[in-house]
């Protein structure tokens, strides 16, 4: 039972009902920190860190949250792993919080948290909760990474630039270039975000359209041998 549970909570966090590709929450953060991997992946794992930390901490203390004012209490829960995360990166990755700037601190407002501390978190057990906030955070920073290098390949001819803003020295070697390429300067502006996810999305609407038929072309298909009922005499 504990299995099905875990299983159900990773296909949809990750795929079934993918915070980005399905709900199409959280679209102002993932279109505007897009433009590249380093970007996408920096949010995506701040988002999902706080997903994680308030999911598990509202499942904690959900016995003793008076029912009427439980939803300023959960985004005080919200903001104050958000602030930890921000103070965080602002410590340790300084200068890619320079650049996700604004978007750090908005993850508050990130209608995905708030959302699954409502409908999860505060009805299920400490674990399952932290889980479904770690798959719905995965699931979140898949599609950002994903848009973001779309749009640096596409804008820059560039792939992981800039990845030691987040790891460090280690990563400044990690740059792929596509050799005599010419920058594609509607990739780099804001309005690309839009045609990349969009593009994003009809992906992932045809392969659950072609595994839908799949399953049905499965069903109908009879396995085996039929009975056959013979009648009357044979001479």
């Known amino acids: 039972m504990a299995e099905n549970l875990y299983q159900k909570i990773a296909v949809d966090g990750l795929w079934r009902n993918n915070t980005a590709t399905v709900q ?6 993932l279109l505007a920190c897009s433009g590249s991997v380093v970007n ?23 016995h003793h949250i008076p029912e009427t004012i439980r939803i300023p209490i959960f985004v005080m ?27 750090i601190p908005l993850i508050v407002t990130n209608c995905a948290l708030l959302g699954r ?3 999860f978190a505060s009805k299920n057990n400490t674990a399952a ?25 596409l ?4 792939l992981f630039a800039n990845m030691h803003l987040l790891f460090g020295d280690i990563a400044k070697d990690w740059t792929l270039t596509i050799p005599h390429y010419k920058k594609f300067l509607f990739f780099i502006l804001p309005p690309s ?19 839908k038929n799949r399953i049905k072309q499965t069903s109908t298909n009879v396995i ?7 009648t009357g005499n044979i001479s």
Request: glycine share 12%; with cysteine; net charge neutral.
């Open 129 to 153: 909760a932290a889980f479904d906030g770690l798959m719905i955070g995965v699931g979140f920073t898949l599609v950002l990474v994903l848009l973001g290098a779309m749009r640096e390949l």
């Open 40 to 62: 996408g992946l920096g949010l995506g794992l701040a988002t999902t860190l706080a997903l994680t930390t308030s999911n598990a901490a509202v499942s904690l203390l959900r």
């Open 155 to 158: 804008g820059n001819g560039t």
């Open 224 to 230: 085996g041998s039929k009975r056959v009922r013979t």
């Open 117 to 119: 501390a409502e409908a």
């Open 24 to 29: 199409l929450l959280g679209l102002c953060p």
């Open 77 to 103: 829960i919200i903001a104050a792993f958000v602030s930890c995360i921000e103070l965080f990166m602002h410590a340790f990755t300084y200068q890619l919080y320079q650049i996700l700037g604004i978007f």
């Open 193 to 211: 975000a839009f045609l990349c996810l969009g593009l994003i999305i009809a992906g992932k609407n045809i392969i659950d359209e072609h595994l």
